[in-house]
């Protein structure tokens, strides 16, 4: 299993993530994005996944860093 890390608070809405992921990725009316069908665990939003997919796409565009894969 991959999880799949969101610092969603220190998102700067650029929607890079949901371009090249929108399987994973949508974005929210505050103007953030949000990994779909994760869970918040204190400040972050993890999902556990099989295969990476595009998340590996999406956490190399993002400018801030923010998005974390740990295999
Ligand atoms: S690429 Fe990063 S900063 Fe841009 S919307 Fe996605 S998570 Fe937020």
Redesign the pocket.
């Known amino acids: 299993m991959t999880k799949i890390i ?1 610092e969603r608070e220190k ?8 371009s090249v992921c929108p399987e994973h ?1 949508e ?1 929210k009316d505050d103007g ?2 949000f990994l779909k069908d994760s869970k918040q665990v204190g400040e972050k939003f993890e999902k556990e996944i099989e295969a990476i997919g595009c998340n590996k796409e ?1 956490a190399e ?4 860093n ?2 974390h894969i740990e295999e």
């Open positions: 969101h998102c700067i809405g650029c929607g890079a993530c949901v990725w974005m953030k994005a999406a565009s993002c400018p801030v923010i998005i």
